[in-house]
């Protein structure tokens, strides 16, 4: 059973910064990244990295939002930049096996209010 941790959220106000941290208990993966879901919305992409290095971004955060990994801490991380009151949602870390099997964190806060 793979596990998730996921730390970093809170509340910001518009154009500010916040780093999510997602640390799994496996280092194997076929991808590893971020959804989110915010209030009467579906939970949707933001970042995600393959196992080969490829990213993948949300057309609604590229230029803002960067992922990063530390292979030597199965840690993954998402810098959020110039935050909008429309990025509040709770973000999920999320780990798909090489079996195709979705593995979810129990989510964290992100709030953008002034």
């Known amino acids: 059973q793979v596990q998730l941790v996921e730390s970093g959220g809170g509340l910001v106000q518009p154009g500010g910064s916040l780093r999510l941290s997602c640390a799994a208990s496996t280092g194997i993966f076929r991808a590893m990244g971020w959804y989110r879901q915010a209030p009467g919305k579906q939970r949707e992409l933001v970042a995600t990295?393959?196992?080969?290095?490829?990213?993948n971004y949300a057309d609604s955060v590229k230029g803002r939002f960067t992922i990063s990994r530390d292979n030597a801490k199965n840690t993954v991380y998402l810098q959020m930049n110039s935050l909008k009151p429309e990025d509040t949602a709770v973000f999920y870390c999320n780990l798909q096996s090489l079996g195709y099997h979705n593995y979810w964190g129990q989510g964290t806060q992100v709030t953008v209010s002034s």
């Open positions: 990295f393959t196992s080969g290095g490829r990213t």
